[in-house]
């Protein structure tokens, strides 16, 4: 049994309306025995509905109070007043003791019930359970803000690192140390560009990932130095979601850049055939 979905159905609200037959009250009984999350709430809700009450300054008639007793044994009447006319400046001894009394349960929730009259306890049901409902809605309307408020602080971070990379990209562009060779798309991919910044002074490689489609699952870009007369060398593999990163040093005569497909890590050697994009460094 979910207990939650239990007690969320109103049943025990039921109970207190007398809205339930006597083996439905009974069953409650039953079920709040074993589980004490039921317990609990059928309590809270009996207290709401005599603390109601005692707001209203509601007490029974004699007409009222001489039919309730004339329903139950003679042996029952006197716990019956006792729950009627029940004070809460009680000693907490005499409390502990009539948590055990002999009537029933039902009995005694039939007779609250008689005392508050049955058009009270549908106002109390209704505004009871309008309460809870309202509860459940502002707890999901809490949990929707939460969500809210994560997702502006993603975006917000988000943003703010786009911020940091231009900030970058643009002091790579500034730097007068840096060489600047923008690489256009080939066949595979006509509409990508990357840009890299190579350093005179520390021989140091960045990459500006502008625009390069995301790589298939297992694969991974990396960068080329092409010099004349020799294979490419690597100049290090990137995360193309990262818009600046530093790569490799690379010394000599350069005079390209390209960047192909490879598999994850890397490779020691070019897949030439996997070339995204490419570019050359501007004749002095």
Known sequence: MDIKEYIASGILEAYWAGELNEQEMKEV??????????KHELEEVRSAVLNFSENLELSPSKTILNDALAQITEEEQPEFLKEVFKVDDEPVEEKEEKKSFNLPLWSAAASVLLVISLAFNFYFLSEFQSSKNQLLGLQGDLEVIKD???????????????????????AHFLNEDNIHVRMDGLDLSPESFANVFWNVKTNSVFISVDNLPEPPHGHQYQLWAIKAGQAPIDAGIFDHSLLVQELKVIKGDVQAFAVTLEKEGGS???????TYVKGFLEKS
């Not at 009984?29 to 039921?38: E, G, L, N, T």
């Not at 020691?268 to 996997?274: C, G, H, M, R, S």
């Open 29 to 38: 009984d039953r079920i709040a025995s074993i589980h004490p999350q039921v």
């Open 148 to 170: 809210q408020q994560s997702s502006l602080a993603e975006l917000a971070d988000e943003q703010k690192q786009q911020l940091a990379y231009a900030d970058l990209r643009i």
């Open 268 to 274: 020691p050697v070019a897949t030439v055939d996997q």
